[in-house]
């Protein structure tokens, strides 16, 4: 695997290395930006066979690199579907559908699910997860989390061959505690414009989400559990490096009595829902709008022991979305607004989940 990645989070890191590992077997490919929602039931297969490798080659324009050391200009560009999201590539080399990037080339990688109303998001700034590598160096740090970039794209048709427009910008600082070398920076601004690489399925299956949750709670169900939520906590962290304080999940319980002091000892005996991965919810990276994010269920494991357990159920990934009223980092204070959560349609019955609906939670600035 070409890629060092160093996750903020076990479920961070879990996820992102599964989109590596398949990214490379696809050729390496990056999602592409929002589409409009008609444009994705309309998309044709047939444009699939006539988009050709030569056909994909992107334009990058102004878009520039400096990952610890490494000026590069980046000169290729690629969107890679994947079963429920658009996967970018951004690499130093010529970028064609039917070829990886070789080990010499810079690669800058994002994702981007279809969203509400099969948009992507487009015309709107979002915090995408980015991943980066350069063959086999060992960087030191190899990711920017949501809450640390900024990404936008134009509208686009959704179809082999069509070109999208976006932005991408991010920059932070990795120091090593163990020695005593400088901070290593990473940074990376511009515009690019990538084209779609063909989709055996036709695009079919990038279905969007409801862009509004209605007026009831948070809640739905995941296979046969249902699940109405009745106290909910937003965790804020401070980033080790920057020092910027983040949205780092929000934890959404059937148990009023869990808080910020005891939620650790209630989690492995409540079932609740977790949405991490939250794009624009720091303090200094504050984008509004509906922003993608990573959920999943957790219910007790029903072990005997003392110690419990917990059991986990998933969500697709980047299937869920956050809307907030208002940002707030500070312990106590209280967060509202939207939340949704889904699997993919073709997911089995028992594996399937929908959740959606209006939540209150109050901030617990953990300061880490």
């Given at each position: 695997?070409r890629h060092t990645r160093l996750a903020l989070s076990?479920?961070?890191?879990?996820?992102?290395?599964?989109?590596?590992?398949?990214?490379?077997?696809?050729?390496?490919?990056?999602?592409?930006?929002?589409?409009?929602?008609?444009?994705?039931?309309?998309?044709?297969?047939?444009?699939?066979?006539?988009?050709?490798?030569?056909?994909?080659?992107?334009?990058?324009?102004?878009?520039?690199?400096?990952?610890?050391?490494?000026?590069?200009?980046?000169?290729?560009?690629?969107?890679?579907?994947?079963?429920?999201?658009?996967?970018?590539?951004?690499?130093?080399?010529?970028?064609?559908?039917?070829?990886?990037?070789?080990?010499e080339e810079l690669v800058i990688e994002f994702d981007?699910?279809?969203?509400?109303?099969?948009?992507?998001?487009?015309?709107?700034?979002?915090?995408?997860?980015?991943?980066?590598?350069?063959?086999?160096?060992?960087?030191?740090?190899?990711?920017?989390?949501?809450?640390?970039?900024?990404?936008?794209?134009?509208?686009?048709?959704?179809?082999?061959?069509?070109?999208?427009?976006?932005?991408?910008?991010?920059?932070?600082?990795?120091?090593?505690?163990?020695?005593?070398?400088?901070?290593?920076?990473?940074?990376?601004?511009?515009?690019?414009?990538?084209?779609?690489?063909?989709?055996?399925?036709?695009?079919?299956?990038?279905?969007?989400?409801?862009?509004?949750?209605?007026?009831?709670?948070?809640?739905?169900?995941?296979?046969?559990?249902?699940?109405?939520?009745?106290?909910?906590?937003?965790?804020?962290?401070?980033?080790?490096?920057?020092?910027?304080?983040y949205l780092e999940s929000i934890e959404l319980y059937?148990?009023?009595?869990?808080?910020?002091?005891?939620?650790?000892?209630?989690?492995?005996?409540?079932?609740?829902?977790?949405?991490?991965?939250?794009?624009?919810?720091?303090?200094?990276?504050?984008?509004?709008?509906?922003?993608?994010?990573?959920?999943?269920?957790?219910?007790?494991?029903?072990?005997?022991?003392?110690?419990?357990?917990?059991?986990?159920?998933?969500?697709?990934?980047?299937?869920?979305?956050?809307?907030?009223?208002?940002?707030?980092?500070?312990?106590?204070?209280?967060?509202?607004?939207?939340?949704?959560?889904?699997?993919?349609?073709?997911?089995?019955?028992?594996?399937?989940?929908?959740?959606?609906?209006?939540?209150?939670?109050?901030?617990?600035?953990?300061?880490?």
């Amino acid at each position: 695997m070409r890629h060092t990645r160093l996750a903020l989070s076990p479920l961070l890191l879990a996820l992102g290395l599964a989109a590596c590992a398949k990214s490379r077997d696809s050729g390496g490919a990056t999602p592409a930006p929002s589409v409009s929602s008609k444009a994705a039931p309309g998309a044709s297969a047939s444009a699939s066979a006539s988009a050709s490798a030569t056909a994909a080659r992107g334009a990058i324009g102004s878009f520039t690199a400096d990952l610890d050391g490494h000026p590069l200009a980046l000169v290729g560009a690629k969107i890679v579907p994947y079963a429920n999201y658009l996967h970018f590539i951004l690499s130093s080399g010529p970028s064609d559908c039917d070829k990886a990037p070789r080990d010499e080339e810079l690669v800058i990688e994002f994702d981007v699910p279809p969203g509400p109303g099969g948009k992507f998001f487009a015309g709107q700034k979002q915090g995408v997860p980015v991943r980066w590598s350069l063959g086999k160096q060992p960087f030191k740090w190899a990711q920017a989390t949501p809450f640390q970039t900024v990404a936008t794209l134009e509208p686009f048709t959704l179809a082999a061959g069509a070109k999208v427009k976006g932005t991408l910008e991010f920059s932070l600082a990795y120091k090593d505690p163990r020695d005593d070398a400088g901070a290593h920076a990473y940074k990376a601004s511009g515009s690019f414009e990538a084209p779609i690489c063909p989709d055996v399925n036709g695009f079919k299956s990038y279905k969007g989400t409801p862009e509004d949750v209605g007026d009831g709670p948070f809640g739905g169900a995941f296979a046969t559990q249902k699940f109405t939520y009745k106290k909910a906590l937003a965790i804020v962290f401070k980033d080790l490096q920057s020092k910027e304080e983040y949205l780092e999940s929000i934890e959404l319980y059937d148990d009023d009595t869990v808080d910020c002091k005891n939620r650790y000892e209630k989690k492995n005996a409540a079932r609740y829902v977790s949405i991490t991965s939250i794009g624009g919810a720091g303090a200094s990276h504050e984008l509004g709008g509906v922003q993608a994010a990573d959920a999943s269920f957790s219910t007790p494991s029903g072990k005997a022991d003392k110690k419990g357990g917990a059991k986990w159920h998933f969500f697709a990934r980047r299937h869920a979305w956050v809307k907030l009223d208002k940002y707030a980092f500070k312990a106590g204070d209280v967060l509202t607004g939207s939340l949704y959560a889904e699997t993919t349609p073709d997911t089995k019955a028992d594996e399937a989940g929908l959740m959606k609906g209006k939540f209150e939670a109050k901030v617990c600035n953990l300061s880490w």
